[in-house]
Antibody, heavy 119, light 110 residues
Framework: EVQLVQSGAEVKKPGESLKISCKGS????????IAWVRQMPGKGLEWMGM????????RYSPSFQGQVTISADKSINTAYLQWSSLTASDTAMYYC????????????WGQGTQVAVSA | QSALTQPASVSGSPGQSITISCTGT?????????VSWYQHHPGKAPKVMIYGVSDRPSGVSNRFSGSKSGNTASLTISGLQAEDEADYYCSSYTSSITYVFGTGTKVTVL
């Protein structure tokens, strides 16, 4: 069974750093891209960026370029989303999802990681 | 890049058909056959209902269908059921080698 299991909820203060994770199982991790998607409270889904775990080729939405870093460690089938300095506007639910190159779709999703940033 | 444009809400009675539009540009929806539709129940992971404009993943009801004309894609739900009440998002590949989601549509079953 294909699974993407994300790390647990986080409560952080502004200015702190954070790295959340997404561990894939039940499939060949390096065969699929991993994307990260944000949903701010009461808002819609926003595509943040994606990584190819096979070679760490990474693409970012212009809205998120420079704001976050996406990485992956293929030896442990895990992708990451990290911030160097959080702000209150980073408060959101973050989902990871996998997509096969050329399919144009994200066919399996993680359960989401809630991030709350507050002083 | 701007989010694809969807109506904020669509409603219908059980058994009826509804259609949700998703308007982009020639740099996304109109330029590629990589439009997907996702169903999202609050608190749960999104689920792909349509990919490649009109293909259905295994296990998705054939009451869901997709199409595209020019820069606008559409999702039709026929034989509306209470369980279809959710938020729906379109998504498209873009010329920037990235993806973009639609603004989202809340479907209400009356």
């Amino acid at each position: 069974e294909v699974q993407l299991v994300q790390s647990g909820a986080e409560v952080k203060k502004p200015g702190e750093s954070l790295k959340i994770s997404c561990k894939g199982s039940g499939y060949s991790f390096t065969t699929y891209w991993i994307a990260w998607v944000r949903q701010m409270p009461g808002k819609g889904l926003e595509w943040m960026g994606m990584i190819n775990p096979a070679d760490s080729d990474t693409r970012y939405s212009p809205s998120f370029q420079g704001q976050v870093t996406i990485s992956a460690d293929k030896s442990i089938n895990t992708a990451y989303l990290q911030w160097s300095s959080l702000t209150a506007s980073d408060t959101a639910m973050y989902y990871c999802a996998r997509g096969y190159s050329g399919s144009g779709t994200w066919d399996s999703w993680g359960q989401g990681t809630q991030v709350a940033v507050s002083a | 890049q701007s989010a694809l444009t969807q109506p904020a809400s669509v409603s219908g009675s059980p058994g009826q058909s509804i259609t949700i539009s998703c308007t982009g540009t020639s740099s996304d929806v109109g330029g590629y056959n990589y439009v997907s539709w996702y169903q999202h129940h609050p608190g749960k992971a999104p689920k792909v209902m349509i990919y490649g404009v009109s293909d259905r993943p295994s296990g998705v009801s054939n009451r869901f269908s997709g199409s595209k004309s020019g820069n606008t894609a559409s999702l039709t739900i026929s034989g509306l059921q209470a369980e279809d009440e959710a938020d729906y998002y379109c998504s498209s590949y873009t010329s920037s080698i990235t993806y973009v989601f639609g603004t989202g549509t809340k479907v209400t079953v009356l």
